[in-house]
C-alpha cells in the first residue's frame, strides 16, 4: 500500500508563509497527478491545488496568486508553498493523487492566527 506522510504544517501569523512536503512511498508518484486538499472540521474536503505529470498546475479560486504546488518525481515528494496566509486557511492539509487514492495519510495541522 502506498503511504502518504505530510510534514511542514505548523502555527503562522496572517501573511506569513509554510511550505508542506508529502513523501509518497512506492512507484506510483511519477506516473500520476497528485493534489493537495484541506479540510476543517464540518466541512468536506476540498481540492486547492493540483498538479499533473507534465507539471502543469490548477489552484483553486481562493489560493490563486498565494499557494505554489510543485513536485520532484525523484524524490517522490510534493510540495505546496503557502505565502500570504489567511485565517481561513486554517485547516488539515493532506496530499493525495488526482483523483485520490481510497485511503488519506495522517494530514498536516496548518493553523492561521494571531
Known amino acids: 500500500q502506498v503511504q502518504l506522510v505530510e510534514s511542514g504544517g505548523g502555527l503562522v501569523q496572517p501573511g506569513g508563509s509554510l511550505r508542506l512536503s508529502c513523501a509518497v512511498s512506492?512507484?506510483?508518484?511519477?506516473?500520476?497527478?497528485w493534489g493537495w486538499y484541506r479540510q476543517v472540521p464540518g466541512k468536506q474536503r476540498e481540492l486547492v491545488a493540483g498538479?499533473?505529470?507534465?507539471?502543469?498546475?490548477n489552484l483553486a479560486n481562493s489560493v490563486k496568486g498565494r499557494f505554489t504546488i510543485s513536485r520532484d518525481n525523484a524524490k517522490n515528494t510534493l510540495y505546496l508553498q503557502m505565502n500570504s496566509l489567511r485565517p481561513e486557511d486554517t485547516a488539515v492539509y493532506y496530499c493525495?493523487?488526482?483523483?485520490?487514492?481510497?485511503?488519506w495519510g495522517q494530514g498536516t495541522q496548518v493553523t492561521v492566527s494571531s
Open positions: 493525495n493523487r488526482f483523483p485520490p487514492l481510497e485511503y
Open positions: 512506492g512507484s506510483i508518484f511519477s506516473m500520476n497527478a
Open positions: 498538479i499533473a505529470r507534465d507539471g502543469s498546475t
